[in-house]
């Protein structure tokens, strides 16, 4: 198979993945024998199209199951995607409103159907990019988190923990999206710094004695208020406390209590009781038995609790009061005050606590096993049966899970998993009858009449049970048996509650393979949390900043091989992700020149006999058993990071020896013994096939495509025995117990090498063209051998020297090639040292090299970047600055510095090297 001169990416990637759908290699099978790696995606919204973080995700998803599925286990990644609740209906709705229809209008059944076809014409579209990206997923198993046997599973967990008391129903006060209709979990809440005001309110006492002021940053919930509160210790108030104040506007007659969740230091001390409209006051309320009356309804209109203002909108409402109080005297002062706003996480519209029935499940609960659901969890991760890669992730899962409150799981859409409660419309004061199958009667009355409630689950109630209910449960089946736990869960640092915690929480409760320890109910043994992608200048990537980067577009530019392995090059435990073009390009270049090696190694195979026949041991040179001692170094090193999740180490070593080692030192090398003929030319082709295969098969689950495309045109020169058809499953490579380089020939080639690197790194910094013969001269440190001899000619071949002399002094040396003193005339010539762990290196300048201007404009470029590190330092250590300054900019700045540092080290070192 002849290559051409440059690799058809987008070929390749479509050929290539058919082929492998086709030959169904990334299909599981229960009854197949080996170690079980079981892994699920994380369910994409069907509203969803690839974005960056997935296609993070998804590269580090399949370079672990490639790794594990030529390693000879038996893999499964199962794919699938999840309903996406709010989102969906959200979409659907914003369509119909094109014809100028509503939801309401058309009926909830009618409206359902509108989505599941929406969902089938367009719900797969992330699931297509999946493959684009080349994922090795088990497309056959592709689940949806509202198909047939996830639903019958989501209605017997909903039945068995409300029958275990788990699940109640309760008129409580909640988070509520008047844009959406529906309550919201705190999860579902983001909080924005806002800047808002303090109203200072006075409040008479119905007695006429005078009146207490309270101060509030949402005067229109006012027309709520149960009561005015002050701290029990506050000696200012004590005198108020147990009389009546009147309520502004309204009229009404309010108590002043004492309650030591009253912050003294907020305001004046006294703060306003609205039991339906705020969530610490809600609590309180509950406490001192106050009314609970909300002033708004679904949409956040006021409603007739309000009086005269019903009808308005609350921000309407607001301006009105606040007239309608400065009117009367009654606004005591006004101040600036910044406060975190609570906003829906889908539409941004400032969410509105609302009184409201809705079905909780209540996590921390002693249940009859004497355990609560949030418990479970916890103690299965400080046990060590579930880990978090880095660990330190462990303590976010720790602080929301020792603190979580009672989830609402019930919402007020039509698009989901509707709840499994019956109504009797005769018996309206009865409980509902919750089943896994709609009742014939009311078991109260007998009456057939039975309403379904109108709710559905919060979306994540499904996806929590995703690790378990899309390998069959609640049947026992062999995918179950054998796939469950899962091994490994990779997610983002955001849902770590939102999903993590919620699949612990039921797959320890639900107890899948009804195991003896929670070692065995475990939804998954490690989660991975990747890292925040962020744009070339340390930014998150948002939509409001405009650097929101498609990676379908990059893909089409770079290929799909390169943003993979860039990605996994970049991504390290702990960090935030940078991706810039600059590296999009170089693995792009590395792509190239992975093509170009391939066609030198076939270009050397035209006559060799297929299978290249195994070399004798003593034919190799030491350039051949270098190689192959890198060779092996590279596999336990990439296998050894794979295994702990370390895939920026594990691609770095894999570019390293690609680049470096093997193209641009040992290929150099080879080209010799190449043209020799006879056994040294036969020797030297065993050792470049050999070390191309090995090598194609570390970068497959990396890069995928054009490792597929090299190593079918490689294949026929490989021996025959075991080989696989294809490299997606062929076997990984095993490292060998025994080097086959002796550590004095190591010690010798690792002298070859840093020589090398010397004089590449003295020929850049003098101008010398990079394909120009130079001198060089050595002068070994102290008496030890150096074996110079074994490796000289090597050293003279890869820095492509004229001559490499070798001296003990500097009287031995030609007087052209003497090291430079410690100063320069300018434009004198010379020679420019280094030194090495073992000596100096040195080479000639180019004639008429000016000393003095090549320091000048080091120095200028040192003295900038020193002025810049100053700059970033000062607003670093200034405490100020970091407090006030999000924790993004903060990062952002201190990986600023180290990155100043390092230029500054490199331009010192520089302009030593040419004092």
């Known amino acids: 198979m002849e290559l051409s001169k440059t690799f058809d990416a987008k070929s390749a990637e479509d050929r290539w993945f058919h082929l492998w759908i086709d030959r169904g290699y990334f299909r599981a099978d229960p009854s197949r024998p080996g170690p079980v790696f079981s892994i699920v995606i994380p369910p994409p919204n069907v509203t969803g199209a690839l974005h ?450 919620r699949m612990m929480m039921f797959a320890l409760k639900v107890n899948p393979l009804d195991a003896d320890n929670l070692a065995g109910a475990v939804p998954f043994r490690h989660v991975y949390i990747t890292p925040l992608v962020r744009d070339a200048q340390g930014k998150k990537m948002t939509k409001s900043r405009g650097n929101v980067v498609d990676p379908l577009q990059i893909m089409e530019k770079y290929g799909t091989d390169a943003v993979r392995f860039t990605l996994a090059q970049l991504t390290v435990q702990g960090r935030d992700l940078v991706l810039s073009d600059e590296r999009l390009a170089a693995s792009r270049a590395f792509a190239n020149k992975i093509w170009n090696a391939a066609r030198f190694v076939l270009l050397n195979l035209e006559d060799a006999p297929k299978p290249v026949e195994q070399a004798a041991t003593g034919r190799l040179t030491l350039a051949d058993r270098w190689i192959l001692s890198r060779l092996n170094h590279a596999i336990l090193s990439v296998t050894r990071a794979i295994d702990v999740y370390e895939f920026n180490v594990a691609a770095l070593t894999i570019y390293q020896f690609i680049w470096h080692e093997f193209c641009d030192w040992y290929i150099e090398l080879a080209k010799e013994p190449l043209k020799s003929g006879a056994d040294q030319q036969a020797a030297t082709r065993y050792v470049l096939v050999f070390c191309f295969d090995q090598l194609l098969r570390l970068l497959h689950p990396f890069m995928p495509f054009i490792s597929e495309e090299v190593w079918q045109a490689v294949r026929p020169y490989l021996s025959q025995s075991n080989l696989s058809e294809h490299l997606a499953i062929a076997t990984w490579p095993q490292g060998a117990a025994h080097d086959p380089l002796s550590e004095t020939e190591a010690a010798a080639m690792e002298r070859c090498v840093a020589t090398t690197q010397a004089v590449n790194s003295l020929r850049s910094l003098v101008g010398h063209h990079p394909g120009r013969r130079i001198g060089a001269v050595l002068r070994p440190a102290g008496n030890a051998p150096l074996d110079i001899e074994t490796w000289k000619s090597y050293a003279i071949a890869l820095g492509k020297l004229s001559e490499l002399t070798v001296s003990s002094s500097a009287q031995e040396r030609p007087e052209a090639m003497a090291f430079a003193p410690l100063t320069h005339q300018s434009s004198s010539p010379g020679s420019v040292p280094v030194t090495v762990a073992w000596g100096e290196v040195g080479i000639e300048t180019p004639e008429g090299f000016d000393f003095q201007k090549a320091r000048s404009m080091l120095q200028k470029k040192l003295d900038e970047i020193r002025t810049h590190l100053q700059r970033n330092q000062t607003r670093y250590d200034n405490p100020d600055f970091r407090a006030k300054a999000g924790r993004e900019t903060v990062e952002e700045i201190a990986d600023r510095i180290e990155q100043l540092k390092s230029q500054e080290s490199l331009l010192q070192a520089q302009i030593g090297l040419i004092q």
């Not at 790794?67 to 979409?91: C, E, F, K, S």
């Not at 699931?127 to 046997?149: A, I, M, Y």
């Not at 912050?263 to 306003?272: I, L, N, Q, R």
């Not at 409150?405 to 409660?421: E, F, M, N």
């Open 52 to 501: 960056l973080g997935h296609a993070l995700n998804n590269t580090l998803h399949d370079v672990i199951v490639r790794t594990r599925r030529m390693q000879g286990y038996n893999t499964l990644w199962l794919p699938g995607t999840d309903h996406a609740g709010i989102a969906t209906q959200n979409v659907v709705e914003r369509e119909i409103a094109k014809a100028g229809k509503t939801r309401h209008g058309l009926g909830r059944e009618k409206f359902v159907e509108r989505v599941w076809q929406w969902r089938e014409t367009y719900g797969g579209k992330i699931l297509h990019q999946l493959r684009r990206l080349g994922c090795s997923c088990d497309w056959s198993r592709e689940r949806f988190t509202l198909d047939e046997g996830l639903s019958r599973a989501v209605t017997k967990v909903f039945v068995q923990l409300y029958n275990e008391g788990l699940i109640e129903r309760d008129y409580r006060l909640i988070n509520w999206c008047p844009r959406c209709e529906t309550a919201l979990s705190d999860l579902e809440v983001d909080h924005k710094e806002t800047e808002g005001n303090l109203w200072y309110i006075r409040y008479p006492l119905i007695d006429g004695s005078g009146h207490v002021t309270v101060a509030t940053t949402r005067p229109e919930t006012m027309l709520g208020d149960s009561a005015v509160a002050v701290n029990p210790d506050d000696v200012r108030f004590r005198h108020l406390v147990g009389r009546i104040a009147r309520l502004p506007l309204v009229g009404r007659q309010i108590p002043i209590i004492a309650d030591a969740a009253v912050d003294p230091e907020f305001g004046t001390g006294a703060v306003k009781i609205t039991p339906g409209h705020d969530f610490n006051d809600f609590d309180m309320g509950r406490r001192h038995r106050l009314a609970q009356i909300s002033v708004m309804d679904t949409r956040a209109r006021m409603n007739a609790e309000a009086g005269p203002y019903a009808g308005m909108t609350r921000e309407a409402c607001r301006e009105r009061v606040i007239a309608d109080l400065t009117a009367q005297n009654l606004i005591d002062r006004v101040e600036p005050h910044r406060h975190a706003l609570g906003v829906c996480s889908r539409c941004e519209t400032t969410v509105e606590p609302m009184l409201s029935y809705q079905w909780f499940m209540r996590v921390s609960k002693v249940d009859p096993t004497g355990q609560s659901i949030a418990g479970r969890a916890i103690t299965a991760v400080e046990q060590g049966d579930t880990k978090f890669f880095p660990q330190h992730w462990e303590n976010t899962y720790f602080a929301w899970m020792r603190n979580i409150q009672d989830w609402c799981v019930s919402r007020q859409l039509w698009w989901g998993h509707r709840i499994p409660a019956y109504w009797c419309e005769r018996c309206t004061d009865a409980e509902p009858v919750v089943a896994e199958t709609r009742p014939s009667s009311c078991p109260k009355c007998g009456g057939g009449d039975l309403r379904q409630d109108d709710d559905v689950l919060d979306t994540w109630f499904s996806s929590g049970l995703w690790p378990f209910t899309t390998l069959g449960w609640p049947d026992h089946t062999a995918d179950l048996e054998k796939y469950y736990p899962t091994t490994l869960l990779i997610t983002a640092f955001d849902i770590i509650f939102f999903w993590v915690a």
